[in-house]
């Protein structure tokens, strides 16, 4: 491993790489993204069942849920050793994709070793170093995807890339779930398949090794320019130690101007400061995507083929939704419809909450209490509809939000600033999670609801001061004129 390498190494040798061709560029990295949201929906929707049925509770599972978002709140951490720790002839960041894959795996491995009940430490500390793994993976990934993508394919190959996440949702959860429905007949019919529910981690794991192995390992990075150039003299040619000093110095300048670069545009300005503010405030209503929905699918009988459907039509209908308020607000203006899709997510939230308490299910119910009162139907298609209407209306903002984003950022350090806003978006999901948790325990569930319709309209009163649009370009110009240490996030908007 080299720090830095000169060249980068010569990974292309002219034969033919499914990096050369467009459809090829968009397939492979809708397949990588495909890695990152198996873990997440095997984990969050999966495993999260399985707790609540072995009688977990939804404190602990709402920790524990929230503990997943964490490693990608802070995955602006591995930016400058992924881009600085480069692998000679192997590649850039396709070595780091691999390896970061092949952690997954092992982190797995212990994980399905690790009794979620008897050791919930344990095997929340296990998920945690795997998402750990997986957030490092999607740095490298995003990277490779700004080097090779070209400017005319980026906006699809976006798209296909959330689909691919969603898809990877898809499979890890609702597919795990469906398929350990499955288990105890593919147990008495094929007896060397257990019937225990950590059969199912196998599921990630060949999801995640056969990208690996027919996707990642058969990508060729295009080779990179000279870096760093240094002269060394013919004593230390010799040795090679003064070239490599230098190198070593250049990185860790460019180390220092990174976090410096990162200090300056998240927290150097007025409008800098509005962003940072909207980003940690929840956008809408969330408990109906969290821990909270899988707590209640649970409780209300449903079994774990309905459970997956469920997690099957919400990942769509939120796949469609992102689409769709990413195109309304290009046309209709980024934050009026951003407003008004966060008040949307509000609405069947409120309605689910004054469902429940109309049928006086409050206070969480252990699953496996003797004697627990039988759901009533209506409530349970009152949660079907609650939250499919949901998860519609949270695709509108979500897809709508990361478009602001983009808009907000200084397009001169774009690429890490809007990650550092997205780490900082995975932190309000992971603080969300963690207090709903112990709201649930503590005053029910229409409280806990109405608490989080009331949070997720705070963000609102922040959107009429950041400034975005057709002017940033200009007002980073002219930031720039009066102090480098200001970053440009001001604009204006047609609003």
């Not at 509005?274 to 449903?302: D, H, M, R, W, Y």
């Not at 997510?345 to 206070?363: D, I, K, Y």
């Not at 780490?423 to 609801?449: F, R």
Request: glycine share 10%.
């Amino acid at each position: 491993m080299l720090v830095g390498t000169v060249g980068g190494g010569d990974v292309v040798r002219g034969n033919r790489n499914i990096l050369d061709f467009r459809w090829g560029r968009l397939l492979t990295f809708f397949l990588l993204y495909v890695t990152e949201g198996v873990p997440l929906g095997f984990t969050a929707t999966a495993i999260a069942t399985q707790m609540r049925r072995a009688g977990v509770s939804v404190e602990m599972i709402g920790l524990f849920v929230g503990s997943l978002y964490l490693p990608w709140s802070f995955k602006w951490v591995a930016g400058p050793f992924v881009d600085l720790i480069r692998f000679g002839r192997f590649g850039h960041y396709r070595p780091w994709i691999l390896t970061m894959q092949a952690l997954m795996l092992l982190s797995l491995g212990a994980a399905a070793l690790t009794d979620f009940v008897a050791a919930f430490a344990l095997f929340t500390g296990l998920v945690f170093v795997h998402n750990m793994f997986g957030a490092t993976q999607d740095v490298a990934i995003d990277a490779l995807a700004c080097r090779v993508l070209t400017e005319s394919e980026r906006g699809l190959a976006n798209g296909m890339m959330f689909a691919g996440a969603y898809v990877g949702q898809i499979l890890g959860g609702a597919g795990v779930l469906y398929l350990s429905g499955w288990l105890p007949v593919l147990h008495q019919r094929y007896g060397w398949i257990p019937d225990d529910f950590r059969a199912t981690f196998v599921i990630p794991s060949l999801v995640i090794g056969g990208v690996a192995l027919f996707v990642t390992f058969l990508v060729r990075e295009p080779a990179e320019p000279k870096r760093f150039h240094a002269e060394s003299d013919p004593s230390e040619a010799a040795t090679g130690r003064g070239s490599y000093r230098r190198v070593v110095l250049a990185a860790v300048r460019e180390l220092q101007q990174y976090v410096w670069t990162v200090t300056r545009t998240m927290f150097g300005s007025v409008q800098a400061l509005l962003a940072l503010a909207f980003a940690l405030l929840p956008a809408g209503a969330f408990a109906l995507s969290l821990s909270l929905q899988t707590n209640l699918a649970v409780e209300l009988g449903l079994k774990d083929e309905e459970v997956s459907r469920l997690a099957l039509y919400s990942g769509l209908i939120s796949a469609g939704g992102c689409v769709l308020g990413g195109f309304l607000s290009d046309r209709l203006g980024r934050k009026r419809m951003l407003a008004l899709f966060i008040v949307a997510t509000t609405v069947p939230t409120l309605w689910f909450a004054a469902q429940m308490q109309r049928h006086g299910w409050v206070m969480p119910v252990p699953p496996d209490l003797p004697d627990r009162p039988a759901p009533p139907q209506a409530l349970v298609a009152a949660f079907w509809t609650a939250t499919l209407s949901f998860s519609f209306v949270h695709g509108l903002m979500f897809g709508t939000r990361t478009a602001l984003f983009m808009d907000v950022v200084d397009p001169a350090v774009a690429a890490t600033q809007f990650t550092a806003y997205m780490a900082v978006l995975n932190l309000t999901t992971s603080y969300t999670s963690a207090w709903q948790g112990l709201a649930l325990a503590h005053w029910g569930y229409p409280t806990t609801l109405r608490i989080d319709a009331l949070a997720g309209v705070l963000g609102i009163a922040v959107l009429p001061w950041l400034r975005l649009g057709a002017q940033a370009s200009e007002r980073s110009s002219e930031a720039g004129a009066r102090s480098d240490e200001r970053p440009a996030l001001a604009g204006s908007e047609a609003d």
